[in-house]
């Protein structure tokens, strides 16, 4: 007889932190009960971000060892969800946490979208797997709102929002992969207007399941009409319902969209990867997102779904990470192991518990600085976008510096979120040494769900490519200028403080080194020497992120530091202040000086890995 998966709740979170950094560091009170957010106060933030948390810890996080053990399977040619997720499902829609931010028009609260980051980050990090079947309903819904007739909006937007329908985007194809222009998806326009929609897309995330409340798929489906130009240029999106429906939204019967497989993955096993298959029988008709007048403008409207993607995937990185973080430090307070160095020679020393061990207080403090870090970095983001949706049609100028910040930030948050997400969660195995390897604890699970976040919405290398070749140029540059002078004037106005003045410099020097590596990005491009922008893409990303990570992290601190002086004797905020001020430093003296080893290393112009030939790679 099979043993019972043991359903429970590993999961924690640090609301004190996220708390810190919507009303101390980014000052989200100066928003709120006006405009957009009028209806948001301080109180409702952090209710909302507390019954939040009891609700992942009490539904979500003990469903996500189960997922991850019992994963999804076919029944009946449709795809059957873990255990449980269903239930999560309705309770998740019940309690409004997927919509926080959504426009009220179409039954959202209306939240800033800092505020919807921080629910994300709630949500994923309890159940990476189960967020994502939600997720991909919301991000196909905004494409729709964005871009839809009026017809669409009224008949699928409130329907995904609300979880009555699932969603998903279907781009990649086995012959195509990341090179989405090499798609051979077809549509062929039918004399009512509609199109027959043929061909087979993969790695579909929520590609089928069980859990909406309508039982229907609205899938956004890139495909090429007839005549349609060659490349990304000539795809078309079109919106694609697993099943049919009348006025009511009834399922009448299918619309010829079939799964034939589920891919079996390292990892988020509970999340429902699949083979999709359109139009086998000839029965699959598809709608063009926004009608006949948005015909080969598919990947535009693509990009405003994977956009919001990536930014979700630097969430899922930072919240996996900080779960695998604050589950580790939990098991270094508990186990005891070794004696103190102080005793190190004394056999009959006491034992200590490990976080008394300085290289396990070095991995620990590691973790943090590249937690909080990454989350503050997801944080700003989300504060630019409030402020260029607060900003629109008052001070347009600043808006569009605001959006300007957000575009820019982009494949930071979601290339750096969650490469370190992976690192964070290799280190925690390390903390626990030999117990981390075992299904015993979380982390084992954490690394193993964190490894897909560098590769989907477009892998890493992409997210640097669209940085050094299209975000860096935007607006002419001023993007980038915007960026480092406001890191400019952060350092200027602290350069002298008495705990962090050291700690600037170090953040001045690695500023510049990214301004003058993308000095010679640019002179690589004019000089044709383009060989060298891929080689180094990935590394200026990397360097970039960091300049981000650190000068947050001595934003935070600095404000800490300025706290802590208001502080009576004993409060219990001097620990929370001065964990602030440690994890700047130990970042930016460990991790900023290697961004200007990263500006050597660009310098060097090495080209050894293109020069090298295929056959020499390896002899058999």
């Not at 609301?15 to 957009?36: D, T, V």
């Not at 494409?143 to 008949?155: C, L």
């Not at 937007?157 to 992969?177: D, I, K, P």
């Not at 540059?477 to 480092?484: D, H, S």
């Amino acid at each position: 007889m099979t043993k019972p998966i043991q359903a429970i709740n590993r999961y924690k979170a640090d609301l004190r932190e996220m708390n810190f950094l919507l009303f101390e560091q980014f000052k989200i009170g100066n928003l709120l009960g006006k405009g957009a957010f009028e209806a948001w106060g301080e109180d409702e933030v952090k209710s909302t971000l507390s019954s939040c948390y009891r609700f992942v810890k009490e539904v979500l996080g003990p469903l996500n060892v189960v997922g991850d053990q019992e994963g999804c399977k076919i029944v009946d040619g449709r795809v059957v969800a873990p255990t449980g997720f269903k239930e999560a499902w309705k309770q998740l829609y019940e309690m409004g946490f997927r919509t926080i931010a959504t426009d009220p028009e179409y039954g959202g609260a209306g939240a800033p979208h800092s505020v919807q980051v921080l629910v994300e980050e709630l949500c994923s990090g309890a159940n990476t797997a189960f967020n994502m079947y939600p997720g991909l309903a919301f991000g196909a819904a905004e494409v729709i709102e964005y871009f839809g007739t009026p017809e669409q909006k009224k008949t699928y937007v409130e329907r995904m929002y609300n979880g009555t329908w699932g969603g998903t985007m279907c781009l990649t194809e086995s012959q195509a992969g990341s090179d989405v222009g090499s798609a051979k998806t077809t549509a062929v326009r039918n004399e009512d207007g509609t199109y027959s929609i043929r061909g087979t897309k993969i790695y579909i995330s929520g590609g089928d399941h069980n859990l909406s409340f309508g039982d229907n798929t609205i899938h956004l489906v890139l495909a090429r009409i007839d005549g349609a130009p060659a490349g990304t240029k000539g795809l078309t999106l079109f919106v694609v319902p697993r099943m049919r429906f009348d006025e009511n939204g009834v399922n009448t019967g299918s619309n010829d969209v079939h799964v034939t497989a589920l891919e079996h993955k390292m990892g988020i096993n509970g999340s429902a990867t699949c083979v999709v298959n359109f139009g086998d029988d000839n029965g699959c008709i598809g709608y063009p997102v926004g009608g006949e007048s948005e015909l080969n403008k598919g990947m535009p409207q693509m990009f405003k779904m994977m956009n919001g993607a990536r930014i979700a995937v630097g969430i899922q990185g930072v919240s996996v990470a900080s779960a695998a973080y604050l589950n580790a430090l939990d098991y270094a307070k508990d186990r005891k192991q070794g004696s103190s160095m102080a005793h190190w020679k004394d056999a009959t020393a006491p034992r200590v518990s490990i976080i008394e061990h300085a290289d396990v207080r070095r991995m620990l403090l590691d973790m943090k600085a590249r937690v909080e870090g990454i989350r503050a970095l997801a944080v700003k983001l989300s504060n630019h976008q409030d402020l260029a949706k607060a900003l629109a049609g008052q001070d347009d100028a600043l808006a569009a510096y605001h959006q300007g910040q957000v575009d820019l930030l982009v494949p930071l948050a979601k290339s750096y979120g969650s490469d370190q997400a992976f690192r964070v969660c290799e280190t925690a195995i390390q903390t626990y040494g030999g117990a981390g390897y075992t299904r015993d604890y979380p982390v084992e699970q954490y690394c193993r769900d964190s490894k897909i976040f560098s590769i989907y919405e477009g892998t890493n290398h992409i997210q640097a490519m669209d940085l050094v070749g299209r975000k860096l140029g935007q607006a002419g540059g001023a993007n980038l200028q915007a960026f480092l002078g406001d890191v400019a004037k952060f350092i200027a106005a602290n350069k002298d403080h008495e705990v962090l003045g050291a700690d600037l410099k170090r953040l001045a020097s690695a500023q510049e080194a990214v301004g003058g590596s993308a000095m010679r990005l640019l002179m690589w491009f004019q000089t044709g020497n383009v060989t060298m922008v891929p080689l180094n893409a990935n590394r200026f990303l990397e360097m970039m992120s960091e300049v981000a990570v650190g000068w947050l992290l001595l934003d935070g601190a600095a404000i800490a530091a300025a706290a802590l002086k208001e502080l009576p004797a004993g409060h219990a905020d001097a620990s929370f202040y001065q964990g602030k001020i440690a994890a700047a430093q130990f970042y930016a003296r460990n991790v900023l000086p290697g961004v200007e080893a990263k500006a050597a290393l660009m310098g060097n112009e090495d080209k050894s890995a293109v020069d090298l030939s295929v056959e020499a790679f390896a002899t058999v």
